[in-house]
Every structure is written in C-alpha cells, then in structure tokens.
C-alpha cells in the first residue's frame, strides 16, 4: 500500500527531516526508505503494530542506529553520520523506550547527570511541570512508580533546553490515568515551542494531541496525513495501526 500524500496545510519551518532513511540490525533490513518531516512547534506522532520500525526509526533519527541510505538532517545540519552526543549538543532530547533512569541515584542526581544548557528549562521549571518529582526529589530512582519513572527519563533531557523532544513509547505499560497525565506533559512541551516526534502505542490518545500522523508497516511510510483525519478514519486505523480509534 502506498503512502496517502500529505495536505499541504499551513507548512511550518522544518526542523527534522529523514530522506528516504534504510537502517538494518546485521542482515536484516528494518527500515525500507522512511520519509518524515517534523515542523517547529508541532506534534507528530509515528503509528504502527509492533515490529513496525518504529522505535528504529527513531534510533536512526538520534544516531543509535547507522542509516546505511538516505539522510537525515535536524535544525539545519545534515546528521546522517553525526553520534548521538553531537546530535543531543545540538538541541535534540531523546526518550528512550524503557524508562532508561539510574535507580540507584536520586530523582535529584538523575536531573543533573547531563550537563544542562542555559535556557528557559531550570530544575525549579522542572518541577513545577512535574510537582510529584519535587516532592521526590530525594527518593532513589527504583523506588519511583512506573509513571515517575517516565515523567523523570522525560524531564531529565528538558533540562539539555532541547528543541526537538523525540519520544519512544512514553505511556508503555502505565495506568489509564497516568497516562492522560503524561500526555498532558507532551501537549504542554508543545505549548512551550518545543516540536515533539512521538511514538506511541495509545493509538486514540496520541492522535487527540498530535498535529500530524504517520503510520509504519513493515518499515516502510504506508500513511501520512493530519491527525485529525487518522482519528476519523477507524477502519484505517484499526487495519494500519493495530489499534481501534475508540
């Protein structure tokens, strides 16, 4: 099935962009010619059944994964053959799936383990977005829930002042309401100037706060489109995303 073209709509400046992007683990060949564009102050959100290539995708995008063909380029640079540190240094914050926080250190020494960039985002903004974690603060990374454990491997790279927020899987394996919250987060890191590539498995959620929508099958782009537009198409979405928009 071939990707749906894009609506023109109101074009907002480009600050990530992956050209026809193939990425391989060993032999086998994940990503087959991925195209995506994420514009400033926008939410985009990466769709697809499990397998997909998403969270390649998103490897690829961050340096984490080596883009044998095409390119990608983020704020201006060609990063196609940049390592993660330069591309973070350049104002990308990244999100792994997993919740990847150092459980022995505390929720404080967490925050503070990258170097933070002079910017709007201090440890005192941090914890107005996230007040659990202040109260926190001085609680050990693995005696945090599953949902502060989330909201801390978001608010550490915050503290970076990125532009660009990529974010794998933020709601995995947490309660409905938790959920809702960390993606209030999401939607106010937006609200903020921040552009956010989302991956994420809520299908209907992450289509209520996205701008624009891709969906993955098989490592290739077989959707692009408004989110609002996905979000009324069930039968679309339910074929393409593995989920129901209900």
Known sequence: MEAAPSRPGNERKTVLEAHDIHAY????????GV????????????????????????????????VREGRVQMLGHDVTRW??????????????????????LTVLENLVVPEARSGPWTLDRVFKLFPR???RKAQLGRQLSGGEQEMLSIARPLLLNPRIMLLDEPSQGLAPLIVQEVMQVVRS???EGLSVLLVEQNVPLSLAIADRAYILDDGKVVYSGTAAELGANHELV?????????
């Open 25 to 32: 683990y060993g032999k086998s060949h994940i990503l087959h």
């Open 35 to 66: 195209s995506l564009r994420l514009g400033e102050g926008e939410i985009v959100t990466v769709l697809g059944r499990n397998g997909a290539g998403k969270t390649t995708t998103m490897r690829s995008l961050m340096g984490l994964t080596t």
């Open 83 to 104: 390592p993660a540190y330069k591309i973070a240094r350049l104002g990308v914050g990244y999100v792994p799936e997993g919740r990847k926080i150092f459980g022995n």
């Open 133 to 135: 974690l202040g109260e």
């Open 189 to 191: 890191m937006r609200d």
């Open 238 to 246: 339910e074929k393409l995303a593995g989920a129901t928009a209900h």
